[in-house]
């Protein structure tokens, strides 16, 4: 008997009650939500890590939630906290002058809205490439302040030295663009990941300016509107970062979002979902990501 029919249609039931995880006489229970990150993984036809944290009460799920997954442009997060620390610090100034030259960008196959505009180059802020880093994912921009901060392994070390120990970045843009192998040697655990949104959210890390500052870049991200925030009402706000990878013979290695969804009445969790080695089209594989956040959203909203 061939199930796929059956599945399918379980999967389209279950799901049709999350896509607003608003008040409602429905309500979840830990058991729903991990019944529905199973069958997202079933649907996203790769792999699956997810986790999501209620900042008031500590409480998580999580599937696969201490397994590795490549970040992709999901690394640009910690980079970015790294970068405003150091702004924090006085080591950096977010007006100081950088001159970017045509060496700096990364392949035309990778994402660069810098690249695109200034083929020739150009004298930028630092600020203004950390919101192309972080609001738009610019791969060149990414590549500058990783420079300015020391490389990748630094951004590595000062997330030890905050307790962030499963979340690795190793390697540039450059080098993950040139050899697409390289992109699985950075990668982070879910749960890991939601540690890190908690201690930027609860501003351990950075100054409250700095915080303010990233989190409102991550807030107006124009990037993947249908993953976390598809199918959340718009009273929901969400500062996320996303990531993704090409595909490769019809295989996807990363379709990712990461972010802090706060709540109408000023709650808040922290959320993060990586879909990795995935055969399923790009619409599903959002649709996989915004499955779980409206699972999620509706088992923490009746707390």
Known sequence: MNLAPVLAAMTFVFFSSMSVPAQTTTTL????????FKLAKQKSQGNLGAAVMDFQTGECIDINGDLPFPMQSVYKLPIAINVLSQVDKGTLKLDQRIQVTPADYVTTAQHSPLRDKHPDGIETTLNSLLELMAGESDGSACDVLLRLTGGPRA???FLQEIGTTAVHVLNTEKEIGANSS?????TATANATVGLLKTLYNGRTLSEESRSRLLNIMTNTPTGPRRIKGKLPPTYSVAHKTGSSRTVDGVTAATNDVGIITFPDGRAVAIAVFVNDSRADSATRDEVIADVAAAALKYFSAK
């Open 182 to 186: 390289v992109q699985y040697a950075n």
């Open 155 to 157: 951004t590595s070390r």
């Open 29 to 36: 229970t830990r058991r729903d939500v991990s019944q529905a």
